[in-house]
């Protein structure tokens, strides 16, 4: 018969529902054991896997643009890249004495820190003879120094000029100069000049004028030099040269003609006026200027026997001169006390 399980000798296999649950609770901790164990060694393993991954990438960088730099200016880049370099020298028809003309890895290459970067150093270009091309035009100029007979790089520079716009007027380095290729050669060309117009200053001061001069692109110079009449016109402007209105070259430098009060000119008194008859020389006397004031005979026929000043005086223009008459009879209106004697003589009279 089956034994009591009560019974302490049972041994035997415990079917009873107890039993079974805590076996079955044992297995479930045992399995979230090892789950967790998994859960952890997975995270490990990512996370190295991914820290490696950050490492490798902090370890690259791209490899600069050596080529066109000088060998000095390179080793600083490569030194600021955590690169090296390894230069050589070659001669190079691109890139002039002393710059790097080729890289090996390319420019943008993705590399490891502390590479070495090979890079060739050029010993400089072929040299050719610079032609002349002073009065071509820049255009046909260009083609021809840029060509493969030459290979220089043109620098152009523009000058205002009469001669032919787009003309090269000068170039640096001059004609018959060897230079390596890839030389930079500069050409001077012609451009049209600009023009301004002279400005209306008549009337105005030496300063106000200049003033208006450099306003207009020109340069204004005063020269008091023109005598006037009109005092309101004295140390002012009376003219320019070149005309107001007139169109010059931006630049050019226009004279302005400043008003002066007139100064007295002098004249002679004639030598030869004595003898003569009045008429004749009241109207020398005018015609030089002066007044005429006349001491006798007021008949256009009377003989001048002197002047005063006298004949040959230095006078100014505008002075009077008196001239002393006698009749061709030789008495003086029936005679008198005056010059030429006479009881009453005759009243002087001035004449312009």
Not at 29 to 46: D, F
Not at 252 to 262: C, E, P, W
Not at 311 to 328: A, M, R, W, Y
Request: glycine share 10%; charged share 25%; net charge negative.
């Amino acid at each position: 018969p089956p034994m009591n399980p009560d019974d302490p000798n049972y041994g035997g296999y415990d079917d009873r529902p107890d039993r079974r649950r805590q076996k079955k609770n044992n297995t479930s901790t045992i399995l979230l054991v090892v789950a967790a164990v998994l859960v952890l060694v997975g995270a490990i393993l990512i996370g190295k896997w991914a820290f490696s991954g950050n490492n490798a990438a902090d370890d690259k960088v791209a490899v600069p643009t050596f080529v066109g730099e000088k060998l000095d200016t390179a080793k600083n880049m490569a030194t600021n890249s955590d690169l090296k370099l390894n230069p050589t020298e070659k001669t190079c028809e691109n890139q002039p004495k002393g710059n790097i003309c080729s890289q090996d890895p390319e420019p943008g290459t993705d590399v490891d820190k502390q590479s070495t970067i090979n890079v060739v150093v050029s010993t400089g270009a072929p040299k050719v003879t610079v032609p002349s091309v002073i009065g071509d035009q820049f255009d046909d100029a260009k083609t021809r120094l840029e060509g493969d007979e030459f290979e220089l790089v043109v620098k152009k520079k523009e000058k205002e000029s009469t001669e032919e716009t787009g003309s090269v007027l000068d170039q640096t380095p001059v004609f018959g100069k060897e230079v390596e290729k890839g030389t930079t050669i500069t050409l001077t060309v012609a451009v049209e000049v600009q023009k301004s117009t002279v400005p209306d200053v008549a009337g105005k001061t030496c300063d106000e004028a200049k003033a208006l001069m450099t306003s207009s692109n020109l340069t204004g110079n005063c020269v008091t030099d023109t005598e006037t009449d009109d005092e309101n016109l004295v140390d002012k402007v009376i003219t320019t040269d070149p005309g107001i209105g007139n169109s010059v070259d931006k630049g050019s430098t226009v004279t302005i003609h400043i008003g002066k009060a007139k100064e007295n000119q002098q004249v002679q008194v004639p030598q030869d006026i004595q003898g003569k008859k009045l008429n004749d020389v009241r109207n020398t006397l005018q015609g030089l200027g002066l007044q005429v004031q006349v001491q006798g005979s007021q008949d256009g026929n009377a003989t001048v026997v002197t002047s005063n000043p006298q004949p040959g005086s230095t006078v100014n223009k505008g002075d009077t001169i008196t001239l002393f008459t006698t009749d061709q009879g030789g008495g003086n209106n029936n005679g008198g006390t005056n010059f030429f004697g006479g009881t009453t003589g005759t009243v002087a009279r001035t004449e312009a």
